[in-house]
């Protein structure tokens, strides 16, 4: 597979496959590019589909940093080597939000965020409950219990398919989470404003469950045009629990 020197200079690998308009994939955290399975492939049959290792990921190489800037800025280096001018971004989860990231920085023609909450105080509370475990040695069977949950509404075979491809490296995970752990929920709600803020291309943020209006609100401050679409009983993986209705929801996004 290709790979090129990412914003830190790590190797970064990537996939291209297809013709047509850009799409970029990301994926979340403790996947790999192979995570959009089907997806992919089907969506390869309507434009250029790029999908990315994100740094300490799959093929890509580890880094000092994690920040969300810093993996947005690795996938700017990728579309730049592939000549992805204004590409429609689409992530999953940890991908979402480093997709809405590129997105705040870099043209775009669209932005899909899949199941990633931007605001992040709930998810604070959740991993302050776990992070003494997370720290320790505990931490392949804290991952492992975070994500069967999350996985529950997957057919058998997908489940089977994204449990063996799953990689939880603890640096990795906990450098990402740094953030999460260390800061106030006011730092972190100033974070995400601070890293949202200049996104004007039109957004969709397909959830899983229903965040309630005080989320919707929130987001709008922000990104006021942003498309808020509830799937319900999709949980954490709505494009692979319903695949041929994402694909064409990413075809109607993208025009």
């Known amino acids: ?16 496959e297809g013709n047509g308009p850009d799409l970029v994939l990301l994926h979340g955290i403790t996947e790999n590019r192979s995570s959009w399975g089907i997806v992919k492939q089907k969506l390869a049959r ?12 799959g093929q890509s190489e580890p880094a000092s940093d994690y920040g969300l800037d810093a993996m947005a800025a690795d996938v700017k280096v990728v579309t730049d080597e ?7 971004v689409v992530g999953h989860s940890l991908g979402g939000f480093v997709a809405s990231v ?10 899909v965020n899949v199941d990633q909450p931007l605001a992040l105080a709930g998810f604070k509370a959740q991993l302050s409950e776990v992070e003494p475990l997370l720290r320790g040695e505990a931490f ?9 949950g999350m996985m529950a509404p997957l057919p058998e075979v997908e489940r089977a398919r994204i449990s063996g491809l799953r990689r939880p490296d603890q640096d990795v995970v906990l450098g990402i989470w740094d ?4 800061m106030s929920v006011e730092e972190l709600d100033a974070l995400s404003r601070r890293l949202l803020r200049g996104i004007d291309s039109p ?8 965040l309630g209006p005080d989320y919707a609100t ?5 990104i006021p045009q942003a498309e808020i679409e509830v799937w319900a009983g999709d949980a954490h993986y709505p494009h692979l629990v319903e695949p041929d209705r994402f694909i064409e929801r990413i075809k109607e996004q993208v025009g």
């Open 1 to 16: 597979m290709p790979t090129v020197a990412g914003a830190s200079g790590n190797q970064i690998s990537f996939e291209v």
């Open 46 to 57: 309507h434009g250029r589909v790029i999908t990315v290792d994100l740094r300490g990921h």
């Open 82 to 88: 592939v000549g992805a001018a204004l590409p429609s």
């Open 102 to 111: 590129y997105g705040a920085v870099h043209p775009v023609r669209t932005i």
């Open 140 to 148: 392949p069977a804290v991952m492992e219990q975070m994500f069967d």
């Open 179 to 182: 953030p999460v752990f260390t």
């Open 203 to 210: 957004y969709l943020n397909i959830l899983g469950e229903d």
């Open 218 to 222: 929130w987001l709008h401050s922000i």
